[in-house]
């Protein structure tokens, strides 16, 4: 599996946008960029996902660069109920049903009112 | 996005007794189940995979005896701390994954264990 890297902690202000960096420098071709958040106390909550164009929803964009090494979740207006860890995970395009999600220690966001 | 329910969502129970925790897929179908284990301020740790029908695979380091699965429908995983132990305390996650195309995980909102 290919890893990745996240800062332990930020933090940003309310009202303004937060940038959430990712390094997975060992990503290989099929491998999609996923982003999970974990708010204190329930179960991960899918973010969004993106091969190698940017992406946009409702709740983030995500920006991934030329060489697909890192990528940067957006959260354009940062509320406080956006405080959470962020996980940052790399995963194939097409696997069994048993393949398995892992983990990373992922950012933990604070949003300052 | 699909739900996933866990019950119950916290439990306290005392040292030697078993507690059963409910993984339910609500409106899926799920052939694969996933359980994890949470302590404070760490990541979610895998614990084991439980295929419908199928015995469940179980990582490294974790005590089949101790942590029993059972999946025996395609909308219900169970997990069962046997004989638990005050560090056994944690917070229990499932995940499942639908049927067939997709290859989403959808989450349970997790329980909390306490074993006093």
């Known amino acids: 599996d290919a890893k990745t890297t996240q800062p332990p902690s930020m933090d940003c202000a309310e009202g303004r946008a937060a940038n959430l960096p990712c390094n997975h420098s060992?990503?290989?071709?099929?491998?999609?960029v996923y982003w999970y958040r974990q708010i204190h106390s329930q179960g991960p909550q899918y973010i969004i996902h993106?091969?190698?164009n940017n992406e946009t929803n409702e709740m983030a964009s995500l920006i991934i660069t030329e060489d697909r090494k890192s990528s940067t979740l957006i959260l354009p207006h940062a509320t406080l109920r956006d405080t959470a860890v962020y996980y940052c995970?790399?995963?194939?395009?097409?696997?069994?049903?048993?393949?398995?999600?892992?983990f990373g220690s992922g950012t933990r966001l604070l949003v300052r009112p | 996005g699909a739900v996933v329910s866990q019950h119950p969502s916290w439990v306290i129970c005392k040292s030697g007794t078993s507690v059963k925790i409910e993984c339910r897929s609500l409106?899926?179908?799920?052939?694969?189940m996933f359980w994890y284990r949470q302590f404070p301020k760490q990541s979610l740790m895998l614990m084991a995979t439980?295929?419908?029908?199928?015995?469940?695979?179980?990582e490294q380091g974790v005590e089949k005896d101790k942590f029993l699965i059972n999946h025996a429908s395609l909308t219900l995983s169970t997990l069962t701390v046997t004989s638990a132990h005050p560090e056994d305390s944690s917070f229990y996650i499932c995940?499942?994954?639908?049927?067939?195309?997709?290859?989403?995980?959808?989450f349970g909102q997790g329980t909390r264990l306490t074993v006093v």
């Open positions: 409106d899926f179908q799920a052939t694969t």
């Open positions: 993106g091969l190698k």
């Open positions: 995970i790399v995963r194939p395009s097409r696997m069994d049903s048993s393949y398995k999600l892992i």
């Open positions: 439980s295929n419908e029908g199928s015995k469940a695979t179980y």
């Open positions: 995940s499942a994954r639908e049927l067939r195309g997709s290859t989403e995980a959808f």
């Open positions: 060992t990503i290989s071709g099929n491998e999609y």
